[in-house]
Nanobody, 124 residues
Framework: QVQLVESGGGLVQAGDSLRLSCAASRRTFRNYGMGWFRQAPGKEREFVAAISSSGGVTRYADSVKGRFTISRGNAENTVSLQMNSLKPEDTAIYYC?????????????????WGQGTQVTVSS
């Protein structure tokens, strides 16, 4: 069904910025809510950010507020996560996810489609 592919991860130093992108095989992002989650080694996957189907409402984990920004790209099949002032604790595999219902927000189980993930590593 819907295929999601993340890109933009890399190795950076604390304080640097990265912009992650997620592309869908279909332009479902126009109507689906989208979320970004991350999983650090040995940790459970956690919520990072979400954006409503309309793009008018966003939500962030407290740990990234003021530093990360989720947005829909110019193309309706893309969504991005701008990450500024990166910290070592941001190191994780980042996943994008699509929510057909559009109301899942930070609730992981509400997202039906998931990407393969992209690695973000932040050194001290």
């Amino acid at each position: 069904q819907v295929q999601l592919v993340e890109s933009g991860g890399g190795l950076v130093q604390a304080g640097d910025s990265l912009r992650l992108s997620c592309a869908a095989s279909r332009r479902t992002f126009r109507n689906y809510g989208m979320g970004w989650f991350r999983q650090a080694p040995g940790k459970e996957r956690e919520f990072v950010a979400a954006i409503s189907s309309s793009g008018g409402v966003t939500r962030y984990a407290d740990s990234v507020k003021g530093r990360f920004t989720i947005s829909r790209g110019n193309a309706e099949n893309t969504v991005s996560l701008q990450m500024n002032s990166l910290k070592p604790e941001d190191t994780a595999i980042y996943y994008c996810a699509a929510d057909p219902d559009g109301s899942s927000g930070s609730v992981e189980r509400g997202y039906r489609y998931w990407g393969q993930g992209t690695q973000v590593t932040v050194s001290s």
